[in-house]
């Protein structure tokens, strides 16, 4: 089968074989994402086309993974902050499309099921996975089962943890817009008027000892440790699973993170910080058992 994960601003996709336990990648192809509707549903259609062409044997389903809010029992894209659509029919639109059955899900949600059955969350039964990218969300893991919430479940990014800077979404204080991958880089370009290539250019400064960007990260752990504090309150989780682009960081971010967490803690039980094992490869690897899963139902 073919899995596609819409990103904000790439699109990866990958032929994928497995089982409903544990799937992996064969082969990977990638696009910039489109900034409009119909010309992204063609960048999937090539994507799903060179991979299907690349196959020994017929595709017979397709997972495509996207973020903000999505409707997974309908396959709907209902609404995104970032990308072209709102109330969107994936699922009917692309099964026509592409010929084969589509699942649609929510990118982070995958990417946590993944984790769940085959990654750094499988001996857990209540966690969160938090990928930090673009935008930051949590797939909800409780007693078992990945929570959706009919498709809003998990938008830890939009919570206001009280710093006061406009949110995209139209919120003030969001945890995304001082803690993501995004955010960082953008927040200490505006504060040196220096160019940088993604938060991982200010890890390496912060690392120096840069003065500025170790400002930045400290309001970014800051923001994080409140955001995960939010859900230690509400959800009372075994362990909060790292990952997407800013948790490849390593130690950089998950000390100073669980040093602020422990200030903040009171009665809470207190989650582990764990690191996510399936790296950038999680949504589509996600979006490959949404897609066996759908098999295995009908």
Known sequence: MVAVDIGGTETKAALVAGTPDEVAAQKHARRSTPAELEPLL?????????????SEHAIDAVGIVAPGIVDEANGVGVYTTNLPWSQFPFSTVLTERLGVPVAFGHDVRAAGLAECRM?????????????????IAGALLLDGKIFSGDGYAGE???????????????????????ASSAAIA??????????????ADVARRVKDGEQDAVAVWHEAVDALARGILV????????????????????????EPLRDRLDGLIAFQRRPELRLAALGDEAGFLGAALLAIDMLEAS
């Open 119 to 135: 990654g750094a969350a499988k001996d857990l039964r209540n966690a969160v996975i938090m990928p930090i990218g673009t935008g």
């Open 231 to 254: 859900l230690a309150t509400l959800l009372g989780p075994e362990a909060v699973v790292l990952g997407g682009g800013l948790a490849l960081a390593g130690d950089l971010l998950v």
């Open 156 to 178: 830890i990014g939009h919570v206001n943890v009280g710093h006061g800077v406009p949110c995209a979404c139209g919120q003030i204080g969001c945890v995304e817009t001082v």
């Open 42 to 54: 063609g960048v999937i259609a090539e994507l799903v086309d060179e991979l299907r062409q690349a």
């Open 186 to 199: 953008r927040r200490y370009t505006a504060r040196t008027g220096t160019p940088v290539n993604g938060a």
